[in-house]
């Protein structure tokens, strides 16, 4: 499950995925799946690249800022997000997301001490999304199977037929025995002004 990831990231990736899955198809939980791993891999990558850019040597840079375009290019950004700030927040990262009002463009915004801890993120988060992906599926899959199980009726056709002849004969036999419920004429009051 998804406590196997030791973090609430895996089980938002995974509800995430499940998701999508359902509303999107398998095929296309797979090829969203793929597409968030190669971002989070870039991202690892930037993470380190942002990390050994830290200013000049008389004003060090504390904070770097790490390119978000990639993920918002993705189907429900704002789920992916979720997932990045759980993870970073286990790991202990104080981050914050900026977005540029003329771009549009999202950057998120972390120290420079935490960098080891952001790429390290971004890495467990790429390593977790094909198992993700997979545990998602084989939840659709049981979840399908099971839903198909209740809704089908293994009885054949005529035995459910003469089964439904006698529940209709037993009602109108019923029918003719009881009194229907009769109600008399409500009184109203009536006021003049």
Not at 24 to 46: K, L
Not at 125 to 131: I, K, N
Not at 151 to 180: N, Y
């Amino acid at each position: 499950m998804a406590s196997d990831y030791g973090n609430d990231a895996g089980e938002k990736m995974i509800e995430d995925f499940m998701r999508f899955g359902e509303r999107m198809g398998e095929r296309a939980m797979y090829r969203r799946a793929e597409q968030i791993r190669r971002a989070f891999e870039n991202a690892t990558g930037a993470a380190r690249e942002a990390a050994e850019g830290n200013g000049t040597a008389e004003h060090p840079a504390e904070w770097a800022k790490l390119d978000m375009a990639e993920f918002q290019g993705i189907e429900d950004y704002a789920g992916i997000k979720e997932t990045i700030e759980e993870k970073l927040r286990t790991h202990g990262v104080d981050s914050a997301w900026f977005a540029e009002p003329a771009t549009g463009c999202e950057h998120l915004l972390f120290r420079i001490a935490d960098a080891k801890e952001v790429w390290l993120s971004f890495d467990e988060l790429s390593r977790e999304t094909d198992a993700a992906c997979e545990r998602a599926a084989a939840n659709l899959a049981k979840r399908d199977a099971r839903e198909t199980a209740e809704a089908r009726d293994e009885r054949p056709l005529g035995v459910r037929a003469e089964q439904a002849r006698a529940a209709s004969s037993a009602l109108e036999a019923e029918g003719a025995t009881t009194r229907a419920a009769t109600r008399g004429p409500r009184m109203q009051e009536v006021r003049a002004r």
